[in-house]
């Protein structure tokens, strides 16, 4: 599985990009095939695993890492 953070950076997303990072290599380590940062600006912070979105601050208001690594395991 490959897993996309696209995250803004102008807001100071990108320690949430990198915790996410470290917590899905953490949790799945070996089962990935890479978890690609991507810098991007307006606001953004979404999460795609094969390239379908799991997580999209836009819709859920928040960033919860611990919930973005359980989605990205179902």
Same mark, same amino acid.
């Given at each position: 599985?490959?897993?996309?953070?696209?995250?803004?950076?102008?807001? =100071?997303?990108?320690?949430? !990009?990198?915790?996410?990072?470290?917590? &899905? &290599? $953490?949790?799945?380590?070996?089962? &990935?095939? =890479?978890?690609? &940062?991507?810098?991007?600006?307006?606001?953004?912070?979404?999460?795609?695993? $094969?390239?379908?979105?799991?997580?999209?601050?836009?819709?859920? =208001?928040?960033?919860?890492?611990? !919930?973005?690594?359980?989605?990205?395991?179902?």
């Amino acid at each position: 599985m490959h897993v996309d953070i696209e995250y803004c950076v102008p807001c =100071g997303l990108r320690d949430h !990009a990198i915790d996410l990072q470290t917590a &899905l &290599l $953490d949790e799945y380590g070996r089962d &990935l095939d =890479g978890v690609r &940062l991507r810098p991007d600006h307006g606001g953004v912070f979404r999460v795609a695993a $094969d390239g379908e979105t799991v997580w999209d601050k836009d819709e859920e =208001g928040s960033i919860d890492v611990d !919930a973005i690594v359980s989605r990205i395991g179902e």
